[in-house]
């Protein structure tokens, strides 16, 4: 792999599938094609080596192992999600968290930063981040993180996961209220494009709170990991407007 990095020249990344060996992933091992990363404009071919290129590539998502230049494990994971499927990425993510390779933070943070790069395996990711964290318990990493914010920002806690209302003849269970305002807040998941049924669905939600004479608060995905400040003063208005 030295000679390979050696021969092509810097800038030069090892990544993909040879790069999630380096990293130790489940199952992944070094053979041929060794699959590398350059910038964008280098034209370059070389026997038994799959040559990507990128636009951008990001001082965060590269690092170094043994003296060779590889993808970062996060940008790694990212880049193989395309390859795998929902049950074999929730293997690997849960792999990466126990072994310190990722963290949740950062993880979400690149999905943010590179969805609109083309990256086909986003989906599949967030699928399986998804389904992980329900065969876990417990929250979220969206709800764990906008309980972090609230917490930071010195706001009081609210009571997760409570039934307030009936839709249809459903139960009406919010992600979050705050008692002494009551005030609804809702995040709204990792889907990027909700589809006509989701978003019917949270529509017919919002209206049996507002109904009821409550005051509910939607925070997207991407609000919550890239636009906190926003969260928070939100929140923090629409707090101080009960108390007036």
Not at 151 to 179: I, T, Y
Request: aromatic residues 6%; proline residues 5%.
């Amino acid at each position: 792999m030295h000679a390979v990095v050696i021969d092509i020249g810097d800038p030069c990344w090892v990544s993909g599938p040879t790069a999630a060996a380096f990293h130790r992933y489940h199952s992944f091992v070094v053979r041929r094609p060794y699959h590398v990363l350059v910038p964008r404009g280098r034209n370059l071919r070389r026997h038994g080596v799959v040559v990507h290129t990128s636009e951008v590539i990001d001082p965060i998502d590269t690092c170094e192992v043994d003296g060779i230049p590889l993808m970062s494990p996060v940008r790694t994971l990212i880049d193989i999600a395309a390859r795998c499927d929902r049950a074999r990425l929730t293997t690997l993510i849960d792999g990466a968290l126990r072994d310190g390779l990722i963290s949740e933070d950062l993880l979400h943070r690149r999905i943010v930063a590179l969805r609109s790069k083309g990256r086909y395996g986003l989906p599949r990711l967030l699928d399986a981040l998804e389904g992980g964290e329900l065969a876990r318990g417990g929250h979220s990493w969206l709800e764990r993180r906008f309980l972090e914010l609230v917490h930071a920002a010195g706001l009081p806690r609210p009571r997760s996961q409570v039934v307030l209302a009936r839709r249809r003849d459903e139960l009406v269970r919010v992600d979050f209220h705050f008692e002494s305002a009551d005030l609804v807040v809702e995040v709204l998941g990792y889907r990027w494009h909700r589809s006509e049924t989701q978003m019917r669905a949270d529509a017919e939600r919002a209206n049996a709170l507002v109904l009821q004479g409550r005051r509910c608060v939607q925070f997207s995905y991407r609000m919550i990991v890239d636009d906190s400040p926003y969260v928070v003063s939100t929140v923090r208005s629409a707090l101080d407007i009960a108390s007036t």
